[in-house]
């Protein structure tokens, strides 16, 4: 368990700060920037729970303990010494993607075939939404590139691309089933 009686320490005044495993890194490094966007994604995700209700917000509250989880994973690096770790790191698994998968195919099950891209916008919920997919896409290419450097956990690279899916759909949702997408009206404005 997690015990924060103090929070500023003072270790990071020189710009570095430690992983979870106690190494010290720059806080501009790539597995720092990967943890830090998740973090930032899961505000968001906080952000668009104030306009969610009932089984988007139970969803959504989901997603922002299962974005704890990929922080948690991504600063542990030394994956090669899990199974030697007195108490194995966290991990994200596949279940928790299936998980993501399964909501998208029940609220897609519902929206009418796009026939234009999908602009941000309609309600208030589902521009949040539409906010977080861009930050989770972003995360993910974060992680794409600490995964080119470095060994990760390859299930958060997964998690990441189908969770911005997953805000996609559900920004379809949160617009009445799609009724009230703004669609994109190619060269409408010359």
């Given at each position: 368990?997690?015990?924060?009686?103090?929070?500023?320490?003072?270790?990071?005044?020189?710009?570095?700060?430690?992983?979870?495993?106690?190494?010290?890194?720059?806080?501009?490094?790539?597995?720092?920037?990967?943890?830090?966007?998740?973090?930032?994604?899961?505000?968001?995700?906080?952000?668009?729970?104030?306009?969610?209700?009932?089984?988007?917000?139970?969803?959504?509250?989901?997603?922002?303990?299962?974005?704890?989880?990929?922080?948690?994973?991504?600063?542990?690096?030394?994956?090669?010494?899990?199974?030697?770790?007195?108490?194995?790191?966290?991990?994200?698994?596949?279940?928790?993607?299936?998980?993501?998968?399964?909501?998208?195919?029940?609220?897609?099950?519902?929206?009418?075939?796009?026939?234009?891209?999908?602009?941000?916008?309609?309600?208030?919920?589902?521009?949040h939404l539409h906010v977080c997919r861009t930050?989770?896409?972003?995360?993910?290419?974060?992680?794409?590139?600490?995964?080119?450097?470095?060994?990760?956990?390859?299930?958060?690279?997964?998690?990441?691309?189908?969770?911005?899916?997953?805000?996609?759909?559900?920004?379809?949702?949160?617009?009445?089933?799609?009724?009230?997408?703004?669609?994109?009206?190619?060269?409408?404005?010359?």
């Amino acid at each position: 368990m997690v015990v924060l009686n103090k929070i500023y320490t003072r270790t990071g005044d020189k710009g570095d700060t430690a992983l979870g495993n106690g190494e010290r890194v720059a806080k501009h490094a790539a597995r720092v920037n990967a943890y830090g966007t998740s973090d930032e994604l899961n505000a968001f995700v906080g952000v668009a729970r104030l306009k969610a209700e009932g089984e988007m917000n139970q969803a959504l509250a989901r997603i922002q303990n299962d974005l704890f989880d990929l922080g948690a994973d991504l600063c542990r690096p030394e994956m090669d010494q899990d199974a030697k770790a007195e108490y194995p790191p966290l991990r994200v698994v596949a279940s928790q993607i299936d998980r993501l998968e399964a909501e998208i195919d029940a609220m897609n099950k519902d929206l009418a075939p796009l026939r234009s891209f999908v602009l941000p916008g309609g309600s208030a919920l589902s521009a949040h939404l539409h906010v977080c997919r861009t930050v989770a896409r972003r995360a993910e290419r974060l992680t794409t590139d600490l995964a080119s450097a470095e060994d990760i956990n390859p299930v958060t690279v997964k998690y990441l691309n189908r969770l911005s899916d997953w805000f996609f759909v559900a920004s379809r949702v949160a617009n009445q089933n799609g009724a009230g997408d703004v669609l994109w009206v190619p060269g409408a404005n010359r």
